[in-house]
C-alpha cells in the first residue's frame, strides 16, 4: 500500500494544524479549504478508499464519523449546519490515497455539488 502525506501527517514529519486526535483518529485543518472551517477526518489506520473498508473495519468507521460530528459542535458548526463529503475515484476527486471525510462549514452549501 503506497504512503501519502497523510501518513507523514500521521507520524508528525510534515506539520499539520490538529484540531483533535486519539488513538484510532486524526484530525486537521485542509491545507487548502474551500470553506471558512474545513477539517479533515481521517483513521490512523491506512484505508485507501471508502471500498477498501472491511466489514471488521465498523468500529472504527463509526468512531470516524462521531468524532467528525463531535469536532463540528466544537468548532461551533452544529447550530447552522455543515456538510461530510468523502471523495472517491477520479470523477469524485479524490486526490489522496487515504480514507478521509471532509467536514465543510462556515457558509452556505450549494446542491448539486459542482
Ligand atoms: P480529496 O481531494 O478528497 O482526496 O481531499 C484531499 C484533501 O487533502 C484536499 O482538500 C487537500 O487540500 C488536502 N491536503 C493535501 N495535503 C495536505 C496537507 N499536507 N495538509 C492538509 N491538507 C492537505
Do not use: C
Not at 490512523?44 to 459542535?73: C, H, M, R, V, Y
Amino acid at each position: 500500500m503506497a504512503e501519502t502525506v497523510f501518513d507523514k501527517i500521521i507520524r508528525k514529519e510534515i506539520p499539520a494544524d490538529i484540531v483533535y486526535e486519539d488513538e484510532q483518529t486524526l484530525a486537521f485543518k485542509d491545507i487548502n479549504p474551500q470553506a471558512p472551517t474545513h477539517v479533515l477526518v481521517i483513521p490512523k489506520k491506512q484505508i485507501e478508499t471508502i471500498a477498501d473498508i472491511n466489514e471488521s473495519d465498523a468500529p472504527l468507521i463509526g468512531q470516524l464519523f462521531t468524532t467528525a460530528a463531535q469536532i463540528a459542535e466544537n468548532l461551533g458548526l452544529a447550530e447552522d449546519g455543515y456538510r461530510l463529503v468523502i471523495n472517491h475515484g477520479e470523477r469524485g476527486g479524490q486526490t489522496v490515497q487515504h480514507l478521509h471525510i471532509h467536514i465543510l462549514g462556515g457558509r452556505a452549501m450549494t446542491w448539486p455539488p459542482g
